[in-house]
């Protein structure tokens, strides 16, 4: 471990007892045996915790659904990405060869998937209270500055509290196509309600991102057909 994990770890606010832990979480699976991908499992479900607690107690007045709408948004991949890149992560990844030479390094994938595992670690290294003064490092300015007014619902749920609202089914998904390698798949995937007979598609480098990205097309095409008095006033 050299200068760079001492200043990862002063970033993270908190220094490893053992630092097989930390070089763990940063070990990619193309590195080979010991990565990261069950730090990473665990990591996940630490974070949604310590991001409930955290929103629980500096919005005290709102309801189950608007903590989980911004919960949503702080442990989505792009804003664990974010997180990453302003850690510095790109530089102390363990990938394989080929993987760095791919760009693995700077994939939001990769990234959020080792600050999940960093999370994981710090538990396992000092418990509950350490990976929780992480994430509050990590998230707490956002937290504590930002008007939970300011982040909308996520695509999906809001195309499905506008078909429910209409007592219509909600909307099915499904992958239409993978392109690229393995390790950089594009996914397209289909949103379809078929009782308005409408289907759009959304492209993105997880089947979640192009689930979002298809019903954010749906919702488009909604509002142009409810504007144009088309199937929705069928």
């Not at 471990?1 to 220094?15: I, K, T, V, W, Y």
């Not at 390698?181 to 089947?207: D, P, W």
Request: proline fraction near 2%.
């Amino acid at each position: 471990m050299d200068n760079r994990f001492d200043a990862l770890q002063d970033s993270l606010g908190h220094r490893f007892a053992d630092a097989d832990l930390l070089k763990r979480a940063l070990t990619h699976r193309s590195f080979g045996s010991g990565h990261n991908e069950r730090l990473e499992f665990l990591g996940d479900a630490v974070l949604s915790l310590a991001i409930s607690g955290l929103l629980f107690e500096h919005f005290s007045g709102s309801d189950e659904g608007d903590l989980t709408r911004v919960r949503a948004h702080l442990v989505r991949e792009e804003s664990l990405h974010r997180a990453a890149l302003q850690l510095g992560l790109p530089q102390v990844l363990f990938l394989s060869e080929g993987e760095a030479r791919d760009g693995g390094a700077l994939r939001a994938s990769i990234l959020a998937d080792a600050l999940e595992a960093l999370i994981g670690a710090a538990f396992l290294d000092a418990g509950f209270d350490a990976a929780r003064g992480v994430v509050q490092r990590l998230f707490g300015e956002i937290i504590a500055t930002t008007d939970k007014g300011s982040w909308s619902k996520d695509a999906k749920t809001e195309l499905q509290e506008w078909l429910q609202a209409r007592h219509l089914p909600v909307p099915s998904y499904r992958i239409t196509a993978t392109r690229g390698q393995a390790h950089a798949q594009t996914f397209e995937v289909e949103c379809a309600v078929a009782t308005l007979n409408l289907a759009e598609l959304g492209e993105g480098r997880s089947r979640r991102i192009a689930e979002q990205e298809a019903a954010r097309r749906m919702l488009a095409a909604l509002a142009a057909a409810d504007k144009l008095g088309g199937p929705l006033h069928a």
